[in-house]
């Protein structure tokens, strides 16, 4: 029969339930508590008295009750840091029982179960395990790997059917193989409600890895005498008894015996092989030690699939990722580039619709909603989720969608930006689903006392779901993210590469503004150069035309400071930089054109010892006329006119620069007051700076000190 879902019952008091400490044991074994310092037995459980033979065991030591071989082998466990082990065998009732111990803090807990009547060799169980396990090596998928596990768990246990049973995403289960005798009925492809194995069941499934009941009909043996202190915990025992309400959930399955081994992947528990067998049988713990080991290898070849399977998804969504990006990156604009990929985005996802929306602009491909009903759930979206959210049952989490549900009940959204806004929405349409309940999962019952009790149907029962999609990928969702980043990098290396290119125009426009502020700066100083060669010439005319020596030094002295100006703004303007200039390279080849103007007996009287300074060009001017002024004035006091050694430095520390023009004739002579005086004292004030003279014994030595940059602000 199929009808419509509808909301499951919450059966929280089963989840209550303190399954760990249910204070009895299943009576086809015997339990007994010891000290763990001397292990004598305090309390026990089970046929104690018929299989050991004895009526005081109370108060004995586990020695005289097991043996000195088997009590020998328990104190070495407890002695050790493992948790409990196996201890041997004992003969009890005229055959073998299998003894293995687990710790509980300051006890030690001792259960005997029935061995086989005939043992199986360890060559013969560690051959049917590599068979098994050849057997899942081969298997081609997830689907054949649990179909060969269903068959190889009932070959090694002998039950009737077995089931590998896989928990989902909701905690319901899904029997995904089975392999069963001819006359049982088939629970391949059903699932089980959540509630059929509760939230406390199933972490001790992940303490307790493989879990026997021999006998559902067996009645519960409790712990003798009766236990007064806080109650035992038997989270790992064996024979720990089973909840009434499973035994009667088994009880109506028609189930005799069964077994439960976990299946753990990767610290979580992924599945059940669940084994029935329709009347009672026994495990042995050599089988279960088996089923264990078998267990493990399982669940690495399912890892090992499903990594298989994720790796070849990402391999082809990362091929139609970087297809979609090639043409993103090549198209003429973004919005262009948009506008050509929509399409492939519906298919990079394996998705029935995908909506783009930048600004206000919305692209559309596929099977999507309404462009109003998009744009709303875009806001939506943009207000409640992350960079990123993903559902396949959206009309659950967002109510309006119900209306359109067939077109829209999976959705992947990520948000590129939020400021203009961009987002991208892909769409999977509705896929009504016909699901196969191992019995109605809604049909709950109540005993008188109002206690929930398990459904006592468990035939074929369908289920039609409504509002779900196909459920989106983890590879899916991660190339989503990847696509994200992507789209945001080829947005940004667009825009660096407009900037790039606004930029470049800029310096084009900039570098013809500079070649023709050059080109005026050549002209102007080629005129400038020009001029004061024709003062200079008209100077030396008039000298030689005069009859009085004064006259003639005075137009020869007003020749050189002349000459020392065209100097210094010919040599300015031969270097590179036009706004700042390096003040040292800027000395050095001053002094050099100065040397060769005075004369050749110049050559190497001249010193430097020059740091780098980069200062603006008007004040190296500025700088380059008092050094060729303090020049002129060493070879005119302190050498008579004649030449003679001159030692030039030049420094810079905090913001200021130090220049010192030193000789070694005729020592301090005191500042005169004629028009090249005049002339320094007003170039010094306007760098802001201090000219001091020193004595140089030899000598006279003037140290300039002024601002790098002087700000008239500061």
């Excluded at 193989?177 to 499934?205: C, K, M, T, V």
């Excluded at 969504?317 to 979609?324: G, N, Q, V, W």
């Excluded at 896929?431 to 035939?459: C, M, Y």
């Amino acid at each position: 029969m199929s009808v419509e879902a509808e909301g499951m019952v919450d059966l929280t008091s089963c989840d209550r339930e303190p399954i760990h400490i249910p204070g009895s044991i299943q009576p086809h074994g015997m339990l007994l508590v010891a000290d763990r310092d001397n292990l004598t037995v305090s309390h026990g459980a089970g046929p104690v008295e018929t299989l050991l033979g004895v009526q005081d065991w109370q108060g004995a030591a586990l020695g005289r009750l097991l043996g000195d071989e088997v009590a020998g082998r328990i104190a070495r466990i407890t002695e050790s840091a493992a948790s409990g082990g196996f201890a041997g065998q004992v003969q009890a009732g005229g055959r073998a029982f299998d003894v293995h111990v687990q710790m509980d803090g300051e006890r030690v807990l001792v259960e005997a179960e029935p061995g086989p009547p005939t043992p199986a060799s360890s060559s013969a169980i560690l051959g049917a395990l590599e068979a098994a396990g050849l057997a899942f090596e081969r298997a081609a998928n997830l689907k054949s790997l649990c179909e060969r596990a269903a068959v190889e768990f009932r070959r090694i246990t002998g039950f009737d059917r077995v089931m590998i049973y896989r928990f989902l995403d909701d905690d319901a289960g899904a029997v995904l193989a089975e392999d069963r005798a001819p006359h049982l009925p088939s629970f391949l492809n059903h699932r089980f409600p959540g509630s059929d194995i509760p939230r406390q069941a199933r972490a001790l499934y992940l303490r307790n890895l493989v879990r026997v009941i021999p006998d559902i009909g067996y009645a519960p043996a409790p712990l003798r005498p009766a236990w007064t202190e806080a109650p035992l915990d038997m989270s790992d025992c064996a024979l720990r008894s089973v909840s009434p309400v499973h035994m009667q959930y088994m009880r109506n399955m028609g189930v005799g015996a069964s077994a439960s081994i976990s299946i753990v992947k990767d610290g979580a528990l992924w599945g059940l092989v669940a084994c029935h067998h329709a009347i009672p049988m026994l495990l042995p713990y050599d089988i279960r030690v088996a089923c264990r080991a078998l267990a493990g290898g399982l669940a690495r070849q399912i890892k090992a699939k499903e990594e298989a399977e994720t790796l070849r998804e990402r391999l082809r969504l990362r091929s139609l990722e970087d297809e979609i990006v090639g043409l993103l990156a090549r198209a003429p604009s973004l919005d262009e580039g948009l506008r050509e990929v929509t399409p492939d985005l519906v298919r990079a996802l394996n998705a029935d619709g995908v909506a783009v929306m930048r600004g206000g602009e919305m692209l559309q491909a596929g099977s999507c909603p309404p462009e109003t009903a998009i744009r709303d759930l875009a806001v939506w979206l943009m207000e409640t989720a992350g960079d990123q959210f993903e559902t396949s049952r959206l009309p659950l989490a967002y109510p309006p969608a119900e209306a359109f549900r067939e077109a829209a009940s999976g959705l992947l959204g990520t948000v590129v930006s939020r400021d203009e806004p961009f987002i991208i929405i892909w769409f999977r349409a509705e896929q009504v689903e016909e699901i196969n309940w191992a019995g109605n999962p809604h049909k709950l019952a109540a005993g008188p006392d109002g206690v929930l009790t398990p459904r006592a149907s468990f035939e074929a029962w369908s289920e039609a779901v409504h509002g779900r999609s196909r459920p989106w990928s983890a590879g899916e969702v991660e190339r989503a993210g990847h696509l994200r980043r992507a789209i945001l990098e080829v947005r940004q290396g667009r825009r660096m590469r407009e900037l790039n290119a606004r930029l470049s125009e800029t310096l084009i426009e900039k570098e013809g503004l500079i070649e023709q502020k050059e080109l005026l700066l050549r002209e102007v100083n080629h005129r400038v150069q020009n001029s004061l060669q024709l003062v200079s010439s008209f100077l030396g005319l008039q000298a030689r035309a005069s009859d009085s020596d004064e006259l003639k030094e005075s137009f020869e002295e007003a020749r050189r400071r002349l000459s020392a100006v065209a100097l210094v703004h010919r040599r300015l303007y031969r270097a590179d930089q036009i706004e700042s200039v390096d003040l040292a390279r800027y000395i050095e080849e001053l002094v050099e054109d100065m040397a060769a103007s005075m004369g050749p007996e110049w050559e190497g009287q001249v010193a430097l010892d020059l740091a780098p300074v980069a200062t603006p060009t008007d004040r190296a001017v500025t700088l380059g006329l008092i050094i060729t002024e303090l020049v002129i004035n060493a070879n005119k006091y302190a050498y008579g006119g004649r030449p003679g050694p001159i030692d030039i430095s030049l420094s810079q520390g905090d913001g200021r620069l130090r220049v010192a023009v030193a000789d070694r004739g005729k020592g301090r002579h005191g500042p005169g007051q004629g028009f090249g005086t005049r002339m320094m004292n007003a170039m010094v004030a306007q760098l802001h700076g201090v000219l001091d003279y020193q004595d140089g014994a030899p000598g006279l030595r003037a140290v300039l000190t002024a601002p790098v940059v002087f700000d008239p602000d500061a």
